[in-house]
């Protein structure tokens, strides 16, 4: 336990009674707290949990009569309602809103206080939104965008809503698609089924991946991705691609791994046609299950205004 960490951490020291011995420690001190279990689980792993002064073990059972002492992160907080950040709402819905997030702007703050995120815009306007995602941080938000990613976004109002859309994700039911400029010629349909995971040598940085194993350690994830061509340019093609999975930079990778790049994408290589200030990604329709009524739905958001001055400059050559 680092001197240097003290002051952001909470302290916590709970006896154990007797009718909770045999407990597992994450369990046991999760329940104590009244906190979620991955809260205890992050501060053993970090060696921010002693049982009787030794360090122990997420699954070491505790016995009566142990002291144990947990160093906790403070719980995350709410988002800043910052109602003056300009928001484009596509639908509003008593269960939930959908909204089409600018290019630039964090699905979320990581940190307290952090403000200009597409959360602080939302919780400004629907205040309730901050209470219907388990991490408050989310303002409700059902999934994310690349901070440079623009489109297509849902949140939900309350927290029923919140786990049924999570399920329709999980379930991978929802219609993702995305409009992207690619740098080359693509040639299509094509199926991408390449598996992705972190790039060992780059920090906030994907790769696709061969190994079979990697799936098998969860050192990678499954990916599915189908490229359809929208229209051609010279040196470029803007295509459309359609989404199962949901994997980090899943569109960016698998573009990147034909060779063509998305468009402004500095991370993978995408070179920038002249006017793009901008990665030229865009989530431009949405469609899932209204939770409540069973309803097919389905939501557009046509490319935004800087995207389609670069197609008419490259169409006009």
Not at 75 to 103: G, M, N, T
């Amino acid at each position: 336990m680092s001197d240097e960490t003290l002051p952001e951490l909470e302290e916590h020291r709970v006896a154990v009674p007797a009718e909770k011995a045999g407990a597992r420690l994450d369990k046991f001190l999760a329940e104590a707290l009244g906190v979620p279990r991955h809260r205890t689980m992050a501060a053993i792993e970090a060696g921010r949990v002693r049982v009787d002064g030794r360090r122990a073990r997420k699954g070491d059972p505790v016995q009566a009569g142990q002291e144990v002492v947990a160093l906790l992160e403070p719980p995350p907080a709410p988002p800043v309602p910052q109602p003056e950040l300009p928001l484009r709402v596509v639908h509003v819905d008593p269960e939930f809103v959908v909204v089409d997030k600018p290019s630039g702007w964090p699905t979320h703050p990581l940190a307290p206080g952090e403000t200009g995120t597409l959360a602080n815009a939302l919780v400004a306007r629907w205040p309730e939104l901050a209470t219907a995602s388990p991490d408050v941080r989310e303002g409700g938000v059902a999934h994310r965008l690349d901070t440079p990613t623009s489109g297509l976004v849902v949140a939900a109002r309350n927290r029923e809503t919140w786990e049924a859309l999570r399920s329709q994700f999980s379930a991978r039911t929802v219609r993702k698609e995305y409009l992207a400029l690619a740098a080359g010629a693509v040639f299509g349909p094509v199926e991408i089924d390449v598996p992705i995971g972190a790039d060992p040598g780059t920090p906030g940085k994907a790769r696709t991946v061969a190994q079979e194993r990697l799936l098998e350690r969860k050192g990678a994830r499954e990916a599915h991705t189908r490229v359809e061509v929208e229209r051609r340019f010279p040196g470029w093609t803007l295509v459309r691609c359609t989404i199962s999975t949901g994997v980090m930079h899943q569109i960016r990778v698998h573009l990147a791994h034909l060779g063509t790049p998305v468009a402004g994408d500095d991370l993978y290589g995408g070179a920038r046609p002249e006017g793009l200030h901008r990665l030229f990604l865009h989530a431009t329709r949405l469609g899932f299950t209204h939770p409540r009524t069973g309803e097919e739905l389905i939501f557009e958001a046509p490319l935004p205004p800087e995207l389609v001055a670069v197609l008419d400059a490259l169409a006009a050559g």
